[in-house]
């Protein structure tokens, strides 16, 4: 069955219903710090990672060694087709869950939708996809909320469970270790490309729809202890995150840095989103990175949708990109 009906025009073309696409229709990381910048929620010592660090999910004791691991994403059409729309944004979703070293146990479906403009048997298509990548994750599907949304949307609230213990963090990060990726960048130029021409890039949805979970067992089963997901602020935002949050410095080889096959095509075409310069201008005041190209900081700052982990440490299988090094003037360089 194809996910995407013909009405008298042609064929439905979800992307064309979206202002932005995937993770690069993320609200800009300075613009959101500075909206929570001021909030002040209840808190108590069992909330063990909330607001401060800006990490993937928020998890909180409930005995012991356990603790609940909870998180929600979800965005607009980054594919045209709705089938694998839905698989990405479930796999997106469930990534923030194992980027924290746990398992995910039941998700919600959050679903915008224009029930006048799109058929909804687009929608079951969506919610089809969905619900596979759940099963192959072995996650709950347990409802969920639907508005009439002009833009159609879709993703989950996914709660997992972690021991305390064993936590995977965005603040853990310490000096003179490797920096491992488990995913190739360039998703975001390609998805571009997609929305513009139509071109269909099956490398990039086997990506995105990959689930990270062998990649935070192998994270855990090495001792790592600093990982994040790599989405929609980019490597180079995530990574500054990750530094400013643990005090260290992220030095990235960009030449060790893989890529997707296309995206330098992608770039050079010109499919670089807005979302992928914001993320830039945001990281270059942080940023050291002499001779390097701009075109390489676009790459390396494109806004990924369902990326692969950023790894303080080894794992089996992903290249190790750069290393952490003590806090200098800069919190991310790029050579």
């Not at 929620?41 to 607001?51: E, R, T």
């Not at 989103?273 to 993320?279: I, K, P, Q, V």
């Not at 990326?307 to 790029?334: N, S």
Request: charged share 20%.
């Amino acid at each position: 069955m194809t996910a995407t009906l013909d009405l008298k025009t042609g064929p439905i073309r979800l992307t064309q219903y979206a202002h932005g696409g995937g993770c690069a229709c993320k609200i800009p990381p300075g613009e959101l710090e500075a909206v929570v910048a001021g909030l002040t929620p209840w808190s108590d010592a069992n909330l063990l990672v909330g607001l401060e660090s800006g990490d993937d999910a928020a998890v909180v004791r409930i005995e012991g060694d356990r603790a609940i691991v909870a998180t929600t994403d979800f965005f607009t059409a980054v594919v045209d087709d709705a089938y694998d729309f839905g698989r990405i944004a479930a796999a997106n979703a469930l990534s923030d869950v194992y980027a924290m070293g746990a398992t995910p146990l039941v998700a919600l479906n959050l679903v915008g939708w224009p029930r006048d403009v799109l058929p909804l048997e687009l929608l079951g298509e969506v919610l089809r996809g969905g619900l596979d990548v759940a099963r192959e994750a072995h996650v709950h599907v347990a409802g969920g909320q639907s508005i009439d949304d002009p833009e159609p949307k879709y993703g989950m609230a996914v709660t997992g469970i972690a021991d305390p213990a064993r936590l995977l963090r965005n603040d853990a990060a310490e000096p003179g270790l490797p920096v491992s990726l488990t995913k190739p960048l360039g998703v975001g130029v390609l998805n571009n490309r997609h929305k513009a021409t139509g071109e269909v890039f099956r490398n990039a949805i086997d990506s995105m729809v990959r689930l990270n979970a062998d990649a935070s067992r192998a994270a855990l089963a090495a001792g790592v202890r600093a990982v994040t997901d790599v989405t929609g602020f980019g490597l180079l935002g995530h990574g500054y995150k990750m530094a400013r949050a643990s005090g260290v410095t992220l030095v990235v080889d960009h030449t060790k840095v893989p890529y997707l096959d296309g995206a330098r095509e992608a770039l050079r075409d010109g499919f670089v989103s807005g979302g992928t310069r914001r993320n830039l201008d945001w990281v270059r005041p942080h940023l050291a990175a002499d001779g390097v190209d701009e075109g390489e900081l676009l790459l390396l700052a494109d806004a990924q949708t369902s990326g692969g982990l950023l790894v303080v440490g080894e794992v089996p299988g992903a290249p190790v990109v750069g290393e952490t090094v003590a806090a200098g003037e800069h919190g991310i360089v790029v050579r």
